[in-house]
T-cell receptor, first 107, second 112 residues
Framework: QKEVEQDPGPLSVPEGAIVSLNCTYS??????FMWYRQYSRKGPELLMYTYSSGNKEDGRFTAQVDKSSKYISLFIRDSQPSDSATYLC???????FGSGTKLNVKP | KAGVTQTPRYLIKTRGQQVTLSCSPI?????VSWYQQTPGQGLQFLFEYFSETQRNKGNFPGRFSGRQFSNSRSEMNVSTLELGDSALYLC???????????FGPGTRLLVL
């Protein structure tokens, strides 16, 4: 079993939709949770991070962590074509990454 | 503040050769981690260096090695290249290594 599981997608949504991206993990020792966005042929770019259960909001992005269920989510409101990218969840103590969900937002 | 830089950006090698990749972290960051990214395996952790010492290591063969210099710049070496080593190699830096990491643009390696 992988340490971190993430649905690879692709996920295709119309512009303006609310997007929900999810990851599950198996190691209850993970303390830091992050979401990265990666555009094609670029390195991952940090979007959000949190180290506690609950919600954290930043503009159109909301990160949600449920440690009891070992489940994290990223919500994107009012999605834009520029949001089309691969989204990677990550968590640590050591860094473990999900395989990434490819998101396509259609104009 | 300048971001993480990696050189070279693209590299073509043949099987059996060796390669050295370089990473310059964000100024003040002391932790540098290396990752291999392939379409099939995703992002896989290679190793982390902190203050010139390897602090963590992933599950890669000994052909993959690295080092960190006193100015926190890091190099990664792959010896006896195999076709399966073709990948995007990413380096990421952080201040202490516990908190979030910031990635460079990567070096795309093609082994023929």
């Amino acid at each position: 079993q992988k340490e971190v599981e993430q649905d690879p997608g692709p996920l295709s949504v119309p512009e303006g939709a609310i997007v929900s991206l999810n990851c599950t993990y198996s190691n209850s020792a993970f303390q830091y949770f992050m979401w990265y966005r990666q555009y094609s042929r670029k390195g991952p770019e940090l979007l959000m991070y949190t180290y506690s259960s609950g919600n954290k909001e930043d503009g159109r992005f909301t990160a949600q962590v449920d440690k009891s269920s070992k489940y994290i989510s990223l919500f994107i409101r009012d999605s834009q074509p520029s949001d089309s990218a691969t989204y990677l969840c990550a968590m640590r103590n050591k860094f473990y990454f999900g395989s990434g969900t490819k998101l396509n937002v259609k104009p | 503040k300048a971001g993480v830089t990696q050189t070279p950006r693209y590299l073509i090698k043949t099987r059996g050769q060796q390669v050295t990749l370089s990473c310059s972290p964000i100024s003040g960051h002391r932790s540098v981690s290396w990752y291999q990214q392939t379409p099939g395996q995703g992002l896989q952790f290679l190793f982390e260096y902190f203050s010139e010492t390897q602090r963590n290591k992933g599950n890669f063969p000994g052909r993959f090695s690295g080092r960190q210099f006193s100015n926190s710049r890091s190099e990664m070496n792959v010896s006896t290249l195999e076709l399966g080593d073709s990948a995007l190699y990413l380096c990421a830096s952080s201040f202490e290594g516990v908190e979030t990491q910031y990635f460079g643009p990567g070096t795309r390696l093609l082994v023929l």
